[in-house]
């Protein structure tokens, strides 16, 4: 089974700083989640990616399949921007769930 | 497009008490499943499906029932709730394996 880390676990950041979580995990993947969840809020998904960076406004996701590692990104973080951020890697096989992080949960203040 | 659609979205139980929690999507995606979050743990599997008629178990399943008659319906069932199932759960589709996963709005379940 797939083993997913996540850190830091929690983040704390000023308003315009630049923020980086990192996710690693064990067993080669053909893809990899990024997520988000507001506070008592659903998840949506904010990236899928297999291979090199997405860009989306002011998130950027990275992943480099040879060390089994993701970043997630965010260029001047805004107040609006906290929340929990999950990585998630695909269960395996054809069985189509996935296998989640921890979770950053990230407070940007003003 | 409606996309996933659970509810209820708020929910307290009695202990022994059965309920089921409902999960349909409108995107004709085959692959879902249910999960629940609960405080430092992250989210783990209870049971999936990946087409209508065919379901198995996930990580955690004692306690919960699916089926899937359809491929738009997956609901999950407690057949006797107990205080160990207070959490939040979340159902989730895709249409493939490797493919944009959307999820439903979550429902916060207590059982006291």
């Known amino acids: 089974k797939n083993e997913v880390e996540q850190s830091p676990q929690n983040l704390t950041a000023q308003e315009g700083e630049f923020i980086t979580i990192n996710c690693s995990y064990s067993?080669?993947?053909?893809?990899l989640h990024w997520l988000q969840q507001h506070p008592g809020g659903g998840i949506v998904s904010l990236f899928m990616l297999s291979s090199g960076k997405k860009k989306h406004g002011r998130l950027i996701a990275t992943i480099n399949i040879q060390e089994k590692h993701s970043s997630l990104h965010i260029t001047a973080s805004h107040p609006r921007d906290s929340a929990v951020y999950i990585c998630?890697?695909?269960?395996?096989?054809?069985?189509?769930?996935?296998?989640f992080g921890k979770g950053t949960k990230l407070s940007v203040k003003p | 497009n409606a996309g996933v659609t659970q509810t209820p979205k708020f929910q307290v139980l009695k202990t022994g008490q059965s309920m089921t929690l409902q999960c349909a999507q409108d995107m004709n995606h085959e692959y879902m499943s249910w999960y629940r979050q609960d405080p430092g743990m992250g989210l783990r599997l209870i049971h999936y499906?990946?087409?209508?008629?065919?379901?198995d178990q996930g990580e955690v399943p004692n306690g919960y029932n699916v089926s899937r008659s359809t491929t738009e319906d997956f609901p999950l069932r407690l057949l006797s709730a107990a205080p160990s199932q207070t959490s939040v759960y979340f159902c989730?589709?895709?249409?493939?394996?490797?493919?944009?996963?959307?999820f439903g709005q979550g429902t916060r379940l207590t059982v006291v």
């Open positions: 989730a589709s895709l249409q493939r394996v490797n493919t944009e996963a959307f």
């Open positions: 998630a890697v695909p269960g395996g096989g054809s069985q189509g769930n996935l296998i």
């Open positions: 067993v080669g993947i053909s893809a």
């Open positions: 499906s990946v087409g209508a008629g065919i379901t």
